[in-house]
């Protein structure tokens, strides 16, 4: 909303945060990608890193700028500018976990920042990285069907999502236990809210919780089929999604 409401904003936003950032700083958005069933997928459905994100209007302003860099993993890359960008960018590949870069930005004390968006947006990227380190991300029930291709060495591979992220409309609970702790802070850009914690005081936080309870990041739709049957440590919950789709036809009657 931000950006859409400022269009001089945009083309000096990201400038304007690596001034901030100062000469040492970083950068790095999310800059993924659509995947494709692999029962249609097309050999024309190709990553390459001009490819343009679906992740809103901060990635696809970093994709422009002349001094950024981007990872190759094929569906979930990032984009990213400053004076350790090369190397971030360059450890997230296809053989690469999803997720990875969020461990090389904690190994820098990186900060994650939340503005313009906190209504719609669920929460911080860093909670599917605890899953992955945990374990959970491999509990998806169904074999994966999405992939895309992508030119490695000027060969044309196929990718094939082998971790889910899943649902994250639940990882707005997080922000409580974040803002208990006293780490996660808050302040306004222009006139929107804007959320900010360092990534390591994240991850501790979701790691103590999600050890104790896996289920804590599920979101609170019961109608959600990735929630309620896709993981294997949610088996209970599959009753309750199926009789809540059973209930809802027999009102249509």
Known sequence: NLLIKNP????????????ILGPDGNLVCTSYTKTYNLNSISKDNIFHLDLASNDGAVSTLMLKHPKKFRSTHPTASIVAIGNNAKEI???????????????DLSK?????LIFGCIDSNPGFTSVHWTQHKLGLSKQWRKKPKKGIYYLENNQIKLYVQNEIGGCSKGFYKFYEPYKLSGKLHFGKIDSEKALS???NDAL???EKILKNNPRYALCDNVFCEKC?????YNKRDIYKFYLAHFGKKINKY
């Open 8 to 19: 001089g904003l945009q083309e000096n936003l990201i400038d304007w945060i690596m001034e």
């Open 89 to 103: 960018c360059s450890n997230h590949t296809p053989d690469s976990p999803l997720y990875s870069p969020w461990k």
């Open 108 to 112: 820098i004390n990186g900060k994650m």
């Open 197 to 199: 914690i360092k990534i």
């Open 204 to 206: 501790n936080i979701e």
């Open 228 to 232: 309620r049957t896709h993981w294997g």
